[in-house]
């Protein structure tokens, strides 16, 4: 069609000229989010340098002078750096060991069930503490957990032991953490599964039923191969945000009773920074916390693509 | 399809109906409590008496707090916030996705890696903090409904649905005369009915949940969302003067505030509980569309 290359340049340059203008109502359009985006995410970035400089607020962003790494190498040297990475690298941890494969499992057995409307109502159920807020959630586990009038201490009681001050004792703080979180996030945690699941081959159940297996057998032959691929993505995932555990549930069940156990880079982070103004030595220890992030999720990116061919990017 | 059981079969089944009964009983169980505690008598709480049924029903803790001035105005304030934020979310994410959607947008990859960027990338706390400085919007309602409003992970959700628009449903519209925005506004929003309100329930859950840029941003009592009032109540025991003020020993103010407690919790959830319906069915689409396609 075209005889040479410059040609076809030239007329693939006038037909997006062209695109651009009879388009120019979507370049209006998307002119506000890219505005927003400007300003609300890529700002933040800018400012990034800050954990760089020694940030002085009547010398703004730019005019602050630099420092290098004095804010990371203070943390570093901090007498409670190591207590903090450990608290962080534990609870999340933990965390993704014990909050990861209860979805699946979950998913798996509720695949198993034949009565959909049992299945529904299940359903419907597990769903809904998703929708709580964190702080009434954290609210409800003081309720529960009560010292004078708690249901689980009631329980103690009843069989005559002592009762508990769950909230003021360092050893409770992660079993709180984590079990609050498998008691909110697996119903919703699970949905995805469900629906891979949903999505495997019903010929492949058939004749593994017409040769004989058991349920045990499919779940482990047909099903778990058939959502490997989404518990590997999802994995990943969980992974690259093994460093971003939630501020907002660690900073409400923090007391000073378990600070030990309960301060994280989060909540350090907004101590320093926003009850401290420490801007500069905060945004270095966010930095790092982010920087942190980035090479798990290369790492654990990278290695999933080995191992099973699957990879996020 | 084939119904041949194993005897293995009948154990599974037999396990399986255990593990799920109990999974689900253990997720039901505390949400039901809370229910017959809210209007149960508080010397029989502290007792150890309410179990499965409410004892002594009382309605005491619903008068008290809605009595409280502090709760109405968070519950105002929430509302308030929750709507805007939908509507300023849901525009604006459209106004990102439904151009990235077209085949014909030149730039569209380009305006693509600029949004998605930001799901790898942030500034932390800190910078955002300082930029809310920089732009005076501290201690104004501004700073609970804004930084949050987009996320690039709902312009993929939405982009997706667009692009299964057939293309056929522009073409037409464009032999009538519908250019762009005529299409959009009369043709592409009235049949994306699901996606806004994918759009809308996630703004309004956020909003109604989050407490954290109220939390570092607000100061200003009169300004604070619900979640900041229940905070103070649920989680620091400290509820405002009016809500116990009458009551006259220590040991029966500690017990009013039990009892108050477990109201404002179903008070709190009661916004989305109203709403659940369209939640289990709307986040359910989105979660799908976000995590096959994203």
Redesign the interface.
């Known amino acids: 069609m075209f005889r040479n290359k410059q040609e076809q340049v030239s007329a693939n340059g006038s037909r997006r000229l062209k695109s651009v203008r009879t388009n120019y109502e979507l370049y209006l359009l998307i002119l506000f989010p890219v505005a927003y985006f400007v300003v609300f995410k890529y700002w933040p970035m800018y400012g990034v340098q800050i954990a760089f400089k020694d940030f002085s607020a009547s010398k703004g962003i730019w005019g602050s002078p630099w420092v290098g790494f004095d804010h990371f190498q203070r943390f570093f040297d901090a007498y409670n750096f190591w207590q903090i990475i450990r608290n962080t690298v534990y609870l999340s941890g933990l965390n993704l060991a014990i909050a990861f494969p209860i979805p699946i499992i979950v998913a798996l057995m509720l695949n198993q069930l034949r009565q959909q409307r049992l299945k529904r109502f299940i359903q419907t159920t597990i769903y809904a503490p998703y929708f709580i807020s964190t702080i009434v959630l954290v609210g409800m586990l003081y309720v529960f957990l009560s010292p004078s009038s708690g249901l689980v201490n009631n329980v103690i009681k009843m069989f005559g032991g002592e009762p508990i001050l769950f909230a003021g004792e360092s050893a409770w703080f992660r079993p709180m953490y984590i079990f609050s979180s498998v008691w909110q996030e697996t119903g919703f945690a699970s949905i995805v599964y469900l629906a891979a699941l949903a999505g495997i081959d019903p010929h492949l159940h058939e004749a593994a039923v017409v040769d004989g297996a058991s349920k045990w057998k499919r779940i482990r032959h047909i099903d778990l191969p058939g959502i490997a691929p989404t518990i590997v993505v999802l994995f990943i995932l969980a992974v690259g945000n093994l460093m971003n555990v939630g501020f907002e549930k660690a900073f409400l069940l923090q007391k000073d009773l378990n600070v030990d156990v309960s301060e994280i880079i989060p909540t350090y982070v907004y101590k320093i920074g926003i009850q401290r103004a420490q801007y500069s030595f905060s945004a270095a220890i966010g930095l790092f916390n982010a920087a942190i992030n980035l090479i798990l999720l290369y790492i654990v990116n990278k290695s999933a693509k080995k191992i099973s061919g699957n990879g996020l990017f | 399809?084939?119904n041949?059981r194993?005897k293995?079969?009948v154990w599974?089944?037999l396990i399986?109906y255990i593990?799920?009964g109990g999974?689900?009983l253990?997720?039901?169980y505390?949400?039901y409590?809370?229910v017959i505690?809210s209007i149960s008598s508080p010397d029989r709480?502290?007792s150890?008496d309410v179990w499965f049924w409410p004892r002594d029903i009382t309605f005491d803790g619903y008068r008290r707090i809605f009595r409280d001035p502090a709760i109405w105005l968070g519950y105002r304030n929430s509302i308030v916030y929750a709507a805007i934020s939908a509507f300023i979310s849901t525009?604006?994410?459209i106004?990102?996705a439904?151009?990235?959607s077209?085949k014909?947008?030149?730039g569209r990859s380009g305006?693509m890696a600029?949004?998605l960027v930001?799901l790898?990338?942030?500034?932390?706390?800190?910078?955002?903090?300082?930029?809310m400085k920089?732009?005076h919007l501290i201690d104004s309602m501004w700073a609970v409904i804004?930084?949050s409003?987009?996320d690039a992970f709902l312009?993929i959700i939405a982009k997706t649905f667009f692009q299964e628009l057939p293309d056929e449903l522009r073409e037409a519209a464009a032999i009538d005369g519908a250019?762009?925005?005529r299409y959009?506004t009369s043709i592409v929003l009235p049949v994306s009915k699901p996606i806004i309100a994918v759009l809308v329930l996630f703004a309004v859950?956020r909003q109604?949940?989050?407490?954290?840029d109220a939390l570092?941003y607000l100061s200003d009592g009169h300004k604070f969302p619900l979640?900041l009032v229940?905070?103070n109540?649920?989680?620091q025991s400290q509820p405002s003067g009016n809500l116990v003020n009458d009551v006259d020993t220590l040991l029966a103010k500690?017990?009013v505030t039990?009892l108050i407690?477990?109201g404002?919790?179903i008070v709190?959830?009661l916004p989305?509980l109203v709403l659940?319906p369209f939640?289990?069915r709307y986040?359910?689409k989105g979660?799908?569309v976000g995590?096959?396609k994203g």
């Open positions: 399809m084939l041949r194993t293995s079969d599974f089944d399986n593990f799920l999974f689900t253990m997720i039901l505390p949400l409590f809370v505690a709480i502290f150890g525009a604006l994410v106004m990102a439904y151009p990235l077209r014909d947008f030149f305006f600029f949004f930001t790898f990338f942030n500034g932390g706390i800190i910078p955002t903090y300082l930029m920089d732009i804004l930084p409003a987009v312009i250019r762009n925005m959009l859950v109604w949940n989050g407490f954290f570092i979640q229940l905070r109540i649920l989680i500690q017990r039990e407690k477990f404002v919790i709190a959830a989305l659940y939640l289990q986040f359910v979660v799908m995590s096959v």
